[in-house]
């Protein structure tokens, strides 16, 4: 055998060397993604339902801008491609399930480009992103045009009785008019609530069903993405201080219009979720949930916007790596011999 | 019924491939090499030459550092070679090759009865120690250095657990030879005079646990069937489950009045103690999907892992990996060639399929390392910080050197990162650090001594 053949047969008789553990489990980055896309489709449908063509375009928008976005980022700087990994649809989706359905396409597109350029690729791309890039992009757009922010498209008339033809959502309404008119709109509290919980009522394109929202995040809980920890406390944090810190004093508020009304159901189970920019103990995410809630409640209460899902969550992601340097597990064996 | 300790997983266990195939004598082959370094500590050197003659169970390595086991020979027959060979653990190590005379002779007066009952602590001791054993579930710590601590202990646990997927080695000893081991745990009570025995088994062996029930049925030897969840085998995690006592931070079992002891090392010192055996072979687990038919082998210290697999019907397909050790922690070979040591529970060879998977992504947080850590550390951090080579970082904010390299970060990570290996790295970056540090230091009082020493000349 020559030298060159017993090269090449020693070679091919080696083996791969690589450190521990040689076995791995089959969840992917790219799986979680395409499951939490799953998770919010119900709503997504509903709000196509409900809203009609303009929140499947604004949808459509959102999504192709915001992988398109990371695409070509991701190519002009000579990036592995992971544009198609599921985690720019979640923040094109995101973005556009968290504003009014009337607005006009090219803001969407321009905000799920800031939010994928900005928010995610500038910072090192998903896993360094320390703001949730659909909030990032949200905040952008509700300070570059405010008005088309806060114009909401009018209710359609689908529960009977209910003189529908405001144009203001129920967090509004209560903000500017009080909660006597709120009822007054919907008829009876039972009437309010029951359209909060369905999601017959005005608001962002995928925030109004509360059902649909709790049936996603349910299942993101069951299949083990999502900590049920996080979302119970932000919406028990809520439900409290609203009740205490009602209109008429104390414990005389309305926890149940609360805990349903604005983007709170969003924002508790899908984007106080993500898991790149909130804690990553439990204890850390119990503060950072509490956190989340107790400042919802100040902007609601007392702040100038008539909700506050989408700041508190960016108070919260600003704050993380703190919690996270504060919240370490204990370590085994720390603090000497235990029996 | 035990309290189960933080973290874990559950990966595949893999074990139907060999755990119903009854322990086989693998025929020794016509060559053994034998590494002289096979335990934690210091290297033997040998004490036979090319061209000697040898019987089993005749010495042939030994050491005059404390930390050491002696090596005796597998197999009678003469020495070839004394030559460096690849080695399943440090790449390289100086072996002594024995060429098999095919007569497979005992030295002399082996092998004896004792009655260990009436042996004194001393005689067992020296027993253990002249037969050279070590830790069998892979960790390979001298034996006798072990039953003698330093610390009164009030309990002894014996290591059932083989959590590692695949391997089935002390499944099949826990099956056929539970009286064997029974005797050596009785020898160990003795020796160590502890006030309570556990024999810990996962919950997935329902036939190990009965099996060993009725060994131990009339003594006062426990059997505890444990949750099966990896890493359950961990000696720190272990004692926790049986005993509700934790490890202190870089302590010992010792620290909390326990011992642990593998249930194969409890069967050797069984041999050797009423026997006067050397340990000269062990229970292997040969499998794997890349190979032909996995058995449970006893096989001789010295054999070759090419053999054994030959002698299990060879490869159905070419493996990508070689793995000394089960996948969890075993260690990936570059070459057949390595010999099976004292420490080898498994010979594990996994195709591609098994053992691919995708590129490595950033970290994106998701914390499942940190749920999965049985230590309670932050591999997602400790591996991203090892990767800014913010080595001392990872020491002192998140607790590196408490690692036990258990690997079930790096198993569940999505993001399908090395975080074991980055921590290896960090580690080494450490411990040479602080093997620099002393260097600096010893040389410093070196130079002050001699300057000390000048001026003394002076005066």
Redesign the interface.
Same mark, same amino acid.
């Given at each position: 055998m020559s030298e060159e053949a017993v090269k090449q047969e020693t070679a091919s008789?080696?083996?791969?060397?690589?450190?521990?553990?040689?076995?791995?489990?089959d969840?992917?980055?790219s799986?979680?993604m395409w499951q939490v896309n799953a998770a919010l489709l119900p709503a997504a449908l509903f709000a196509i339902w409900w809203f009609g063509i303009p929140a499947f375009i604004n949808m459509l928008v959102g999504v192709v801008f915001a992988v398109l976005g990371e695409y070509l980022w991701q190519k002009g700087m000579h990036q592995?491609i992971?544009a198609f990994d599921g985690s720019a649809c979640i923040t094109g989706l995101l973005l556009a399930m968290s504003m009014s359905p009337l607005l006009p396409p090219y803001m969407v597109a321009v905000g799920s480009l800031l939010a994928i350029i900005v928010a995610k690729q500038s910072m /090192?791309?998903?896993?360094?992103n320390i703001f949730n890039p659909a909030h990032i992009g949200r905040a952008a757009l509700m300070v570059s045009w405010p008005v088309a922010m806060t114009t909401w498209t009018k209710m359609a008339d689908v529960s009977g009785g209910v003189d529908a033809m405001t144009s203001a959502t129920p967090l509004n309404i209560l903000k500017m008019q009080g909660y006597d008119a709120l009822i007054a709109t919907f008829g009876s509290q039972s009437d309010l609530y029951w359209n909060l919980f369905i999601g017959t009522r005005n608001g962002s394109l995928g925030e109004t069903s509360t059902l649909l929202l709790l049936l996603g995040g349910l299942y993101l809980i069951w299949k083990g993405y999502v900590s049920w920890q996080v979302p119970v406390t932000m919406i028990a944090t809520v439900a409290l201080l609203t009740w205490i810190f009602g209109p008429a004093g104390l414990f005389t508020g309305d926890p149940v219009f609360h805990v349903m009304a604005g983007g709170l159901m969003l924002g508790a189970f899908f984007m106080a979720t993500d898991?790149?920019?909130?804690p990553?103990?439990i204890k850390g995410q119990l503060i950072f949930a509490v956190g989340a809630g107790a400042l919802t409640v100040l902007i609601r209460l007392v702040g100038g916007y008539p909700e506050g899902v989408c700041y508190s969550l960016l108070l919260m992601n600003a704050v993380t790596p703190l919690i996270?340097r504060f919240c370490?597990?204990?370590?085994? /064996?720390? /603090?000497?011999?235990?029996? | 019924m035990f309290e189960s300790f933080l973290g874990g997983i559950h990966p595949k266990d893999g074990k139907e491939l060999a755990k119903d195939k009854p322990i086989e004598d693998m025929p020794v082959p016509q060559e053994l090499v034998v590494p002289m370094g096979q335990h934690i500590g210091a290297p033997c050197t040998p004490t036979v030459k090319a061209g000697d003659e040898v019987k089993r169970g005749q010495l042939i390595g030994t050491s005059s550092a404390f930390m050491h086991a002696d090596i005796h020979a597998p197999v009678s027959g003469k020495v070839v070679k004394i030559e460096p060979r690849p080695h399943s653990g440090m790449g390289s190590c100086m072996a002594v090759v024995i060429q098999n005379d095919g007569k497979d002779e005992w030295a002399d007066g082996l092998p004896l009865t004792r009655n260990w009952q009436v042996m004194e602590n001393e005689e067992i001791l020296a027993a253990i120690q002249s037969a050279g054993i070590v830790g069998m579930g892979g960790a390979t710590f001298p034996a006798h250095i072990k039953l003698k601590p330093s610390k009164p202990v009030d309990i002894l646990i014996l290591n059932g657990a083989e959590c590692e997927p695949y391997l089935t080695a002390d499944y099949r000893l826990m099956l056929e030879y539970g009286a064997k081991i029974i005797t050596g745990t009785q020898i160990l009570q003795k020796l160590l005079g502890v006030k309570r025995t556990v024999i810990g088994i996962e919950d997935n062996k329902p036939e190990a646990i009965k099996a060993m029930e009725q060994a131990a049925n009339g003594t006062n030897i426990e059997v505890a069937a444990l949750k099966t969840k990896y890493p359950q085998g961990a000696e720190k995690m272990l004692i926790k489950v049986i005993s509700g006592r934790e490890v202190p931070m870089g302590g010992l079992p010792m620290d909390v009045g326990a011992v642990v002891q593998n249930v194969g090392t409890v069967a050797a010192i069984a041999d050797a103690v009423e026997h006067g055996l050397p340990l000269t072979e062990r229970i292997t687990t040969v499998t794997g999907d890349a190979i032909k038919e996995p058995k449970n082998l006893r096989i001789r210290i010295g054999t070759p892992y090419q053999a054994a697999i030959d002698y299990c019907g060879g490869f159905v397909e070419q493996p990508k990996k070689l793995i000394a050790g089960g996948p969890m922690m075993g260690m990936a070979q570059a070459t057949a060639e390595v010999p099976v040591m004292k420490g080898s529970s498994g010979i594990l060879a996994l195709t591609a399929e098994k053992v691919d998977h995708g590129p490595e992504m950033n970290c994106i947080r998701c914390g499942k390392c940190v749920k999965a850590c049985p230590m309670g550390l932050v591999p997602s951090m400790l591996s991203i910080l090892s990767e800014r080579q913010a080595y001392e970082a990872c020491r002192d904010e998140y607790g590196l050197m408490n690692c036990v390299e258990c690997g079930c970060c790096t198993f569940v990570c999505p993001a399908k990162r090395n975080i074991v290996q980055y921590i290896k790295n960090a580690k080494g970056f450490i411990r040479a650090e602080q093997m620099k540090a002393k260097a600096a230091a010893e040389a410093k009082k070196k130079a002050q001594e001699a300057t000390e020493a000048k001026k003394e000349a002076e005066k």
């Open positions: 008789s080696l083996f791969t060397v690589s450190v521990s553990p040689h076995i791995r489990d969840e992917t980055i799986h979680i592995p992971t /090192g791309g998903l896993g360094f898991m790149v920019t909130i990553m103990t996270d370490k597990p204990r370590i085994f /064996g720390a /603090g000497g011999a235990k029996s | -």
